[in-house]
């Protein structure tokens, strides 16, 4: 019995591409993971400021916001301090900018 040598190369190549994919996959998730850590950990800092007192920065809100960008386009689901604080931020937000109704007309 004669071994196709062609045959066995193309299953070791799908094989290693398999594998090769499952790595990359595996690396993506876990740097998902930690962009989901990070965002937490800012979140809370975020929330804690506001519980204190302390201004929020813009840099702050930026990195939550394309953090949960990031998350959005990996069809990851945002952790809940990151939903919860960017979910007041952004009401916050509408409520400092006053409507066409709420102008300073006569």
């Known amino acids: 019995m004669a071994y196709d040598n062609r045959?066995?190369?193309r299953a070791d190549v799908k094989?290693?591409?398999g594998w090769a994919t499952a790595r990359a996959s595996a690396r993506r998730n876990g740097k998902l993971a930690e962009v989901q850590r990070l965002a937490t950990a800012l979140a809370a800092r975020v929330?804690?400021?506001?519980?204190v007192g302390r201004p929020?920065?813009?840099?702050?809100i930026t990195a939550l916001v394309s953090?949960?960008?990031l998350m959005d386009a990996?069809?990851?689901t945002w952790p809940p301090m990151v939903e919860e604080v960017l979910t007041e931020l952004a009401k916050s937000l509408e409520s400092d900018d006053p409507s066409?109704?709420?102008g300073n007309g006569p």
Do not use: F, I, M, N
């Open 100 to 102: 066409p109704e709420e």
């Open 7 to 9: 045959k066995g190369s």
């Open 15 to 17: 094989g290693a591409q």
């Open 74 to 76: 990996e069809h990851a």
């Open 47 to 51: 929330r804690y400021a506001q519980l």
């Open 56 to 60: 929020v920065y813009d840099a702050q």
């Open 67 to 69: 953090a949960a960008r």
